[in-house]
């Protein structure tokens, strides 16, 4: 099994996780529960994606750089680097968190408890983030399928077995997920497992401060994108509607996620600068988009129902809902041409030129439904694809 075929499983099954619990709370938790979850786990999110930008990135890119030792103590202690080298990410995390929890649920002790364990969620899976990213440039890249299946497993038994617990209290479930990454971790490793923290790695230091800064602007405009109405629109839209918007996008991220497979099979080759790579790219582009378009949309109703059966299906959102999902498809695709290209000043204001609008949107036109939250998305997504296609045509290197 080549490192390509490897990188996509790997990828297929850490994708499929947060989809798979959120299936399982849809159907075993109260609409309450199921919504503050929905809206509260876009702060893992946030915090994964800046970690990935601010030391992950960073890491892997300058990888060759680094002597043996620092290689081996990355790999060998990726906790510790995580608790060390990321304590921008986790205070940015963790303000938002407090924010959104303390609108929600008010202040109390309760409130501090929630903030406490989505902390340790945040650090514990994002360090299996690094650890597969890191598996991918050892000889043991299949270990990264190990560590994404012991994630998925673990958790799975611990949301099913422990769903009563997440009921009466939904922070639960970042414990849960928690446990899940630190004994993934536990069982991958062939070191002890420690978690002292010691003073900052010079050699992280220096790569963090030399990396491009647009990768890291990206990240609030990529989260905006996918999750402004989920984190925020609980604030003023009702639990029911919330709980509904968070079923609709999952069946969008379903069709999304193509693109990081894509993504992991292509990247290498669109470093060639070519017509004919790029015609080869569009192929399973358009392919895969197609397929993802007529079976979920012929099987609507079949799939609604299925996946979430205490849900109402509604057809005029569903539509809307795989535009949403067809648009971010195709400029997640163009950015990643420009990705393999290094014209991170692409990808930023492709990013930002949707957030900017869902921005304006949310704040001065707000959804009081469903249908206009995804639409809003849709808008968004839509400014994005055309700021690509811009700079495809244009400003393509």
Known sequence: MNKINISVIDQVIYSATPFILF????????????AILSSTYTV?????????????????THWDKLDNDSRNSIINKNLKVSLQESILVQIISMLFASILLVNILGFSSSTLLYVLMMW???????????????????????????ISSSYLFISVILITVFIDFINDFSGYFYLFISVSALLTNFITSKQKFDVSVESYSIYLKNIIKDYRIYDLLTVP????LSNMYLA?????????????????????????AIHPIIHNVYIVKLRNKSKKTLKEYALPVAGFSSIYLIVFWFLRESIYSVLFPTFL???DVYFITLIYSLSGILWLSISTIFRATKQGRAIFYIYLTGALGLTILFFFNSASNVYEAI??????SSLS???AIYYLIFKYE
Do not use: C
């Open 23 to 34: 299936l399982i709370l849809s159907n075993s938790t109260n609409v309450s529960t199921f």
């Open 44 to 60: 893992n999110i946030l915090f994964t994606s800046l970690y990935q930008a601010y030391l992950v990135e960073p890491v892997i």
């Open 313 to 315: 299906f509604d057809s």
């Open 221 to 224: 405009s990529g989260w905006i």
């Open 120 to 146: 340790l969620s945040g650090i514990s899976t994002s360090t299996i983030f690094l650890s597969r990213r890191l598996s991918y440039l050892s000889d043991n890249s299949h270990k990264s399928i190990y």
């Open 385 to 387: 694809l055309l700021t």
């Open 232 to 256: 925020l629109g609980i604030l003023y839209l009702n639990k029911i509607h919330i709980s509904e918007l968070k079923t609709y996008m999952m069946i969008a991220s379903i069709g999304l």
């Open 375 to 380: 639409l809003h998305h849709t808008i968004s």
